[in-house]
């Protein structure tokens, strides 16, 4: 796992013109960068996905959506369906933020028929699991990352693994009052999480990216992507400004090229 998955989700900020302009912006600001050695994703809002399609496809910038319904057509009103995605250019399918399961009242059981309607259709699942501050002062974290993974997982093959990503985002650290946790702290939550994924997909558990996500800022990016179980960084407010955002990239870019070189070495 040697490349920097970053990214952002821009939730329900954004028009459409706003979201073009950012898109832009962010693919100038970041077009000396090599795709090689990074994946970089924006998730805006749906009414913007089909005006930025393009302009993302040209900077090297996969675009996602911040949810998805699991059938492909049906009586679900407001729902979305994959294919009316796919048709947009959208190749990432977010599947259980937090505000999706704590706000809207989403269920490990319905994260998991997304997350098999994201694989059957080729997107890449982009599964967001993490504790409340109550589950954390219950010191039931690592229980509850568990169950959302296994939950939100299950009956996904081994062969799939290459299409999952995971967000770690603990869900007091998310948004406007959250409070970033501290690289120990994600660190270990993260080795929790490779021990589910090693429990579930064996050898190919290992491969699946692990993202950090909640308050990430300039001031701390660095210390959370120094982290051996961090495989990148999924972020909301410190991104939604082009510059700021590429400032961030450009500050973890050389720190995982040394965990991979040092892995590489190991
Ligand atoms: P934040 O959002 O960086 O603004 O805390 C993170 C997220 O919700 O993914």
């Known amino acids: 796992m040697s490349k920097l998955y970053i990214g952002t ?49 040209a900077a090297g910038i996969r675009l996602g959506a911040q949810n998805m ?11 979305i369906s994959p294919t009316m995605l796919a048709e947009v250019g959208v190749t990432i399918a977010e599947i259980g933020h937090s505000e999706r399961r704590h706000v809207l009242g989403e269920t490990d059981e319905m994260e ?45 093959d081994a062969a799939r693994a290459e299409q999952l990503w995971i967000a770690y985002e603990p869900v007091w650290a998310i948004g406007v009052g959250g409070e970033p946790a501290s ?8 080795a929790a999480i490779r021990q589910a994924l090693f429990e579930l997909f064996g050898a190919a558990g290992a491969k699946i990216p692990v993202l950090y996500g909640g308050s990430v800022n300039p001031e701390n990016a660095a ?16 991104a939604w400004d082009a510059e700021r955002f590429a400032a961030i990239i450009r500050q973890v870019l050389p720190i995982f090229a040394d965990k991979a070189e040092g892995r590489r070495r190991s």
């Open 9 to 57: 989700n821009t939730k329900m900020y954004k028009n459409i013109a706003q979201t073009a302009s950012f898109l832009e912006a962010l693919g100038r600001q970041t077009a000396d960068l090599s795709r090689e050695s990074m994946e970089l994703f924006v998730i805006p809002s749906y009414t913007a996905l089909d005006r930025v399609s393009a302009t993302a496809r």
């Open 69 to 79: 319904g699991w059938e492909d057509e049906g009586q679900f009103t407001g729902e």
């Open 112 to 156: 998991n028929r997304k997350v098999h309607a994201a694989l059957r259709h080729g997107m890449t699942a982009l599964l967001c699991v993490g504790e409340t501050k109550a589950q954390r002062a219950h010191g039931i974290a690592d229980e509850v990352l568990r169950t959302q993974l296994k939950e939100g997982l299950f009956g996904v």
């Open 183 to 190: 690289a120990a702290y994600a660190e270990a939550r993260h």
């Open 223 to 238: 210390a959370l992507a120094a982290q051996p179980d961090i495989g990148g960084l999924f972020i909301g407010r410190s």
